[in-house]
């Protein structure tokens, strides 16, 4: 890390210390011997009188005698000067948030560990402006260097990922860090502006989600009140339609239950002996007749002499359930869906002995760019059929934060045109214990 003039580190040469301390302490009477020699001459001679030599003689031992008391006093304090420049060194390394010190002239004199990983090159011995053109930055900066004001200003960078950051500028009083000037600290604020809208994109979607329904309950309220209160046909036609959006109503409600409840506990790691074999046996034996519907044929592999493992048996039961319902939803009518279970000897980017549970389908496929955000709450492909079969864009969200509490990995596979595998990766745990 460059240090800003003032700041510099110096170099300790160990073997040259006994050399100067000699040079300090000796040197001044070394050079004094030929002065006092002459003056011993002028005097013996007769040239001067011997007090005006003697006075010459003391202000010059005395001289040296103050020299080399001042000279041991600044060696006494270079080691606790050159503790200051280490001690400020290592703080400005150890901050945190990136924090560059800025000169005068919106020069880099000094940037920490975590500027140089947020602009990814080195931002030192260059104007400010190369590293974040940013308008706002910038004139915040130039006011805190002309008016001395410390200025908070806030910015979005949106390279290589969208950031926002707090930008506190602080001015330095010149001579107090060398030639800095100004310090600039970066405090990231991306998760809590995430957060944010994420919570205000939370309430707008169950809100329009609810919308919907609730008007066309009321709708047909009215209607059934009024016009076609005697209309027996009618009202059965109404009735019928009202049935589906309360049930719809209803399954949203428990979706977003299921979603809140997950999401509390998924930082609990559930340890409880489950018999996968058992759950998948579970969910196909339910969602049988609903295949059958659409002669879609329900295989499973794999699942033969499977040890148990660790987990929560409702969840994971919830978590194959939406898998094989979505399946037999999205999937070509008369197509087959596979439900196979493989042991691996690593689960991908956590490591460790698992087992992938893959749900396969033969469908339409998915856009590659579309699957990073099929998790996300309400998100739809296609809005109005998924309403139509009665999806409420939770599921897949329900699926990751269940594989999450599981400390295992959920991976979306598809080709446009021949299918889609969803893959849930659960870590082995041995003997798990009841």
Known sequence: ?????????????????????????FGPWLFSLPALAGLGGLVLFGHIQAWPAFTVAALILAGNGLWVSR????????????LDTVVAATILNALPDPVLLIDGKRRVLAANKAADDLFENDSRDRDFAASMRHPEALAALS?????????????????????????????????????????????????????????????ANVSHELRSPLSSLVGFIETLSGAANDDAKARTRFLGIMDGE???????????????????????????????TYIIGSVVDALFVKAKARNIKLTRQGFEGLSPIAGDSDELMEIFTNLLDNAIKYGAEGSEVCIKAVLIERIPDIGGAGIVIAVSDTSDGIPPEIIPRLT???????????????????GLAIVKHIVNRHRGRFIIESTQGVGSTFSVYLPMVNNPQS
């Open 376 to 394: 996300e709450r309400f998100y739809r492909i296609d809005k109005g059929r998924s309403r139509s079969m009665g999806g409420t864009g939770l």
């Open 246 to 276: 309360a049930r719809r109503m209803a399954r949203l409600i428990d979706d977003l239950l299921s979603l809140s409840r997950v999401e509390a506990n998924e930082h609990i790691r559930p340890n409880q002996p489950v018999d996968l």
């Open 1 to 25: 890390m460059l240090t800003p003039p003032g700041m510099q580190i110096p170099t300790i040469v160990i073997q040259s210390r006994p050399m100067n301390r000699f040079k300090t302490i």
């Open 71 to 82: 000279r041991e006093e600044q060696i006494a304090e270079e080691p606790a000067q050159k």
């Open 143 to 203: 006011e805190t260097l002309r008016s001395g004001d410390s200025m908070v200003v806030e910015v979005v960078l949106s390279l290589p990922v969208t950031r926002t950051f707090e930008l506190h500028i602080v001015a330095i009083a010149p001579g107090t860090a060398g030639a800095a000037r100004a310090m600039i600290a970066f405090h990231d604020l991306t998760s809590f502006r995430n957060a944010q809208q994420m919570r205000a994109d939370f309430v």
